[in-house]
């Protein structure tokens, strides 16, 4: 079945195709749930999600107890039987913060690694969610970790803790510990979002490399100044095998694999078709490709070996399923980057990693799918439905533009969504002033929300891409609406 909803002024969009046009009142009587006619027993996603959330509960309640295990052993440390006074309660709790702080970094570490477990269970986007989370409490804890020494350590000799700085600059290695947080506090500093958006994603990643360093460069003063961290102790043990999993981690998931796939599926560009104004479809071709395992929705990291942009490393979903020796994804020009990737030649070698996300039917809680998808946003969306098990009347997409520009991949997404018994609204036109931002002006005029397009949200999963803005305008009025956090699925277009 399929409902095609335009906007008055842009009726007759879809030239030679024929449109049922819906009033927002009647929209209600189009989407009556139609059984499976395939035999199959449907999939219990409730369950499936419920899961998926007891996993991600546990790493997350792992991720928190590392850093209770880093205090206590701290405290256990025979450092802290020394008598007790202001110099020296001062210097523990300088100390315990250190550490803390630490154990934090390199859990940060661990979820940026993209590890297949961690996406699977919570999702790369959700992790990293987590990963910018601990940020700012990893960065006062160093704060306080050197402030506290300095106050400490020139209390016990009768010096201010400015004068203390000189004399701590003097002990070996711990130069390489002021350059260490000086590093993690620029990688904090600038991820914060109104700073972030200022550097391109290149310049923003070659500071955010900075953590690695940061991190390495206090290692020999955590070996070197003490005796929390003395040979044939546990605590070393114990650090050991936090910096090896975390580093390992980031080598094995970040550098080796990537390294090692893209070698195996060797893929090269074949096709680069301009299909609107400023989009650009690139056809690749490569080796055994299904073996990738890459769900419709998900998305890699490409990296395009021309002179060009060989230093650039995008995150793009794929715009059709990649099959065989065959994938495609679609980029809209927005920056510098994305207009030279558009522009690669024909035999161009290309490296990936991934596949990441879970913006795909396993993410899936409930019975029913909503999905949304503004601009190029489409991509994962028409991806998603080409590989989704959905029965007809089951799915319900809108697709929203600005212009009549803005229509990328449109025509394939509803002849996909046809097939699958889908049904589709379109929205074309500059954003609503008044109310909910996410739908069109004309369409607001016309009485047209959230509930009359998904009149059965509630017990759908809300599927949502485009611009950030977007997204949060069409997220808000869900929630509004009643639905769980655990329904809404975004996939982003910032970093």
């Known amino acids: 079945m399929r409902t095609i909803l335009l906007s008055a002024p842009q ?10 046009y819906v009033e927002p009142a009647q929209s209600g009587t189009t989407h009556a749930p ?15 999600w419920q899961k998926r959330a007891r996993l991600s509960r546990l790493l997350v309640a792992l991720m928190w107890l590392s850093a209770v295990v880093a205090a206590a052993l701290t405290l256990s440390s025979s450092t802290f039987t020394e008598p007790l006074n202001f110099a020296t309660i001062t210097t523990n709790l300088g100390i315990v913060a250190g550490l803390i702080a630490m154990d934090l970094i390199l859990v940060m570490l661990v979820l940026a690694a993209r590890i297949p477990l961690v996406d699977r269970s ?11 989370s601990m940020g700012k409490p990893a960065l006062y804890l160093l704060l306080a970790h050197a402030a506290l020494l300095l106050v400490g350590y020139g209390a016990s000799q009768g010096i201010d803790p400015i004068a ?11 130069p390489l510990a002021f350059f260490g947080v000086g590093a993690i506090v620029a990688v904090v500093v600038t991820s ?5 958006r200022k550097f391109s994603y290149e310049g923003w990643h070659l500071i955010h490399l900075l953590s690695y360093l940061g991190v390495l460069a206090a290692v020999p003063h955590q070996l070197s100044v003490g005796g929390i961290l003395a040979e044939s102790t546990f605590a070393r043990a114990y650090w050991t095998s936090l910096f090896v999993l975390a580093f390992g981690a980031v080598i094995i998931y970040r ?24 989009v650009t479809s690139l056809h690749l071709r490569g080796h055994n490709l299904a073996a990738l395992g890459a769900t419709g929705g998900q998305y890699f990291v490409w990296r395009f070996w021309t002179a ?12 059709a399923h990649a099959t065989g020796d065959s994938a495609r994804i679609t980029v809209r020009s927005l920056g510098e980057g994305s207009r030279d990737i558009s522009a690669v030649p024909k035999g161009t070698r290309v490296s990936l990693e991934g596949p990441y996300g879970i913006f795909t039917e396993r993410g899936r809680t409930s019975p029913r799918l909503a999905i949304a998808a503004a601009g190029i946003g489409v991509t994962p969306v028409l991806a998603l439905l080409q590989q989704a098990n959905i029965a007809p009347g089951e799915a319900t997409v809108v697709l929203r533009g600005s212009t009549l520009h803005d229509q990328a991949l449109w025509d394939e997404t509803i002849d996909t969504a046809q097939q699958k018994g889908a049904n589709v609204y379109t929205m074309v036109g500059p954003r609503a002033t008044v109310g909910a931002s996410w739908i069109s002006e004309a369409d607001a005029r016309r009485g047209v929300t959230l509930a009359s397009v998904f009149p059965q949200l509630a017990t759908s999963d809300l599927y949502l891409c485009g611009p950030t803005a977007w997204i949060n305008s069409l997220a808000e ?17 910032d970093w």
Request: overall charge positive; hydrophobic content about 40%.
């Open 11 to 20: 009726r007759g969009a879809f030239t030679g195709r024929r449109a049922r």
């Open 34 to 48: 139609s059984p499976r006619h395939t035999g199959e027993t449907p999939p219990d996603h409730h369950r499936q």
């Open 122 to 132: 919570v999702g790369h986007d959700r992790a990293i969610a987590v990963h910018r």
């Open 164 to 174: 203390e700085i000189g004399w701590i600059w003097s002990i070996p290695d711990m």
């Open 192 to 196: 914060a979002f109104s700073l972030r």
């Open 255 to 278: 550098f080796i694999e990537p390294f090692v796939v893209s070698l195996r599926h060797r893929l090269t560009v074949v096709g680069v078709e301009k299909i609107a104004p400023g």
């Open 308 to 319: 060009k942009t060989w230093w650039h490393a995008h995150p793009i979903s794929l715009s």
């Open 477 to 493: 009025d869900a929630k509004a609406l009643g639905l769980a956090p655990h329904q809404i699925h975004t996939e982003r277009f």
